[in-house]
């Protein structure tokens, strides 16, 4: 947990995909995929506001608990990842279709960069 | 005691002892008369569009903070009335402020509120892209548009606005040629320089679209006279009947509304009230110190411990805030449309702006700007939207994460001082719309009303 402090967003690869966890703060810790639903383009530099995140190409917003597309271009939602928290390690949850299948989906914690 | 005469031209006056140079020192009494204010401006389309002509293109108004664009690439959106601006960090020592339209055909082309562009600017209608600095950087697929149309860049880039900033507030404005900000702001930095208002950041930030007149909903905060009606809980620590008014140049007006006194309208003024001690435990006093005290004299008490709150915390800069300026409330107006309620560790913004096309609508927008002291384990700030029922915030907050705009749409939303404004300026604007009432009749407590309203007179040309 100390590596993603609130408002902040830590980009981490799990099984090759490209994923972006957010501290929104009292909301707690989420995971989306690292790609704007509209060109597919990287979301990690841009900004964190609140519970919301804004894509650095064209400006379109996501709620990031739920990955709601808030405002053009998105129309879309983003994908999201189920998250765990126990002990201060986050824990989350490729879904199947984008990885190989694992018989644990539950991986183990990150380490850090 | 209070004597039940009032002698206008003198005021009342928080330091008697201020020296004339001072920025305590009252202002020289500006005699606006005695009229009534008719209300047909309130609510005339012509009036609202003669504002947009004449006034609000040419003056300079708040558009956001310089804390929310720290790095390059960063901006907020601002909007007034029917225009939107972008305002970006174009540099690293540079901002810069643009309409928020695309010269191709007119798409917005930024919609969040705070953002972060990398690279360029791209419209999302047909991915025409534009530098930081507004210049036009590509055209897609350009040989389809006929050399003539794509001839002169100048058509092609975003068109930019004067933008400049003083003690980490940015201004913009629409004139061509606007006069200097700082000459704008007229005694405001200088009565203000000593408030770090740069070192402070957002806590909390509300927009709530209000059905009142943008002039008529701002009114309700020019002046404290409704204290005991409307913020009937206030009246335990602030004396709103020794409010100092003071009227200047360039619209500029003050309320300077003394804190730590406990008001002679309470029934036993002499009682230190838990109001009071209220004020002095929020910056770590201990009430048993000063039990020897009464209501009326424990102001000394809130400033000792504010100044020990300084000390320890390593604020260096409220040494050169004098004791009035360290507790009481510095409320400032710049016109048209921005109060800053400046305290030593909060400097609450407000500001109140037209609907896009309806004059009996406006939005307002309080953004509470509080400074961080972490290191204090046991600091609560001072949150004066009373979000929380006892104004308190979070312990150890430090400003870091920028809290995102609230758009409250139920009153219940808005925090609990706010709401007791809200739901009372809709109620006058549909009141003073009657064809029964003559206008406004206003006591002297009212006068900045009648000094912001003389210094529009003179942007709409309006003779007497």
């Known amino acids: 947990m100390e590596a993603v402090p609130p408002g902040s967003v830590l980009r981490i690869t799990v099984n090759r995909t490209d994923i972006l966890l957010c501290n929104v703060g009292t909301d707690g810790v989420f995971a989306i995929r690292n790609r704007c639903s509209h060109m597919n383009k990287p979301l990690h530099a841009g900004r964190v506001i609140g519970c919301k995140i804004s894509c650095p190409e064209h400006g379109a917003e996501f709620d990031i608990r739920s990955g709601d597309a808030l405002s053009f271009p998105a129309v879309r939602p983003l994908k999201t990842y189920p998250v765990q928290i126990e002990n201060g390690v986050i824990y989350v949850c490729i879904t199947p279709e984008a990885v190989p299948a694992v018989r644990n989906p539950w991986l183990k914690p990150w380490e850090g960069e | ?464």
């Open chain 2, 1 to 464: 005691m209070r004597s039940a005469t009032f002698n206008y031209r003198q005021g009342m006056v928080i330091n008697e002892s201020a020296p004339p140079s001072s920025t305590e020192a009252k202002a020289a009494y500006v005699d606006h008369g005695t009229g009534v204010i008719p209300t047909e401006r309130y609510r005339s389309k012509e009036m609202q569009a003669l504002e947009w002509e004449r006034m609000w293109t040419k003056v300079w108004t708040l558009a956001g903070f310089v804390s929310d664009i720290p790095k390059v690439g960063d901006y907020f959106k601002y909007d007034l009335g029917r225009e939107s601006f972008i305002v970006v960090r174009s540099k690293p020592d540079k901002i810069q402020a643009f309409y928020n339209v695309c010269p191709h055909r007119g798409n917005q082309l930024l919609t969040a509120d705070f953002g972060t562009i990398s690279g360029s600017i791209r419209c999302s209608f047909h991915g025409w892209q534009f530098g930081l600095d507004g210049r036009n950087v590509a055209v897609r697929d350009r040989e389809l548009f006929r050399p003539e149309c794509l001839a002169d860049p100048a058509n092609l880039r975003l068109t930019e606005v004067a933008c400049d900033t003083w003690n980490g507030l940015v201004f913009v404005s629409m004139n061509p040629r606007p006069e200097p900000l700082l000459q704008y702001l007229g005694v405001v930095p200088e009565h203000l320089k000593s408030f770090r208002i740069d070192l402070m950041r957002p806590y909390s930030d509300t927009l709530a679209w209000l059905d009142a007149n943008w002039k008529l909903n701002m009114e309700a905060f020019l002046e404290f006279y409704h204290a005991w009606d409307v913020h009937p809980e206030t009246i335990p620590f602030i004396d709103s009947y020794r409010v100092q008014y003071d009227c200047y140049d360039k619209g500029v007006s003050r309320m300077l509304m003394p804190y730590g006194y406990a008001s002679h309208k309470l029934e036993d003024p002499q009682k230190i009230n838990a109001g009071l001690e209220y004020m002095l435990r929020a910056f770590g006093g201990n009430p048993d110190d000063y039990k020897h005290l009464t209501g009326t004299t424990y102001r000394p008490a809130i400033i000792e411990v504010k100044r020990k709150f300084a000390q320890r915390n390593g604020l260096k800069d409220w040494d050169n805030l004098s004791d009035n300026q360290l507790i009481d409330d510095w409320n400032y107006y710049i016109f048209p449309n921005t109060t800053l309620n400046v305290f030593a560790d909060v400097c609450y913004v407000q500001r109140w702006r037209p609907h896009p096309t309806d004059p009996e609508k406006s939005s307002y927008s309080a953004i509470s700007l509080n400074r961080p002291v972490p290191q204090d384990k046991n600091f609560q700030l001072t949150d004066l939207a009373g979000l929380s029922p006892d104004f308190l915030g979070p312990v150890g907050w430090d400003g870091s994460v920028r809290p995102q705009r609230l758009y409250p749409r139920e009153l219940k939303e808005f925090g609990f001082v706010l709401e007791q404004d809200a739901r009372l300026v809709s109620q006058v604007q549909k009141g003073a719309s009657s064809r029964s009432f003559k206008g406004y009749i206003l006591s002297e407590q009212e006068v900045r009303i009648r000094h912001y309203l003389a210094e529009l007179d003179r942007y709409l040309r309006i003779e007497k």
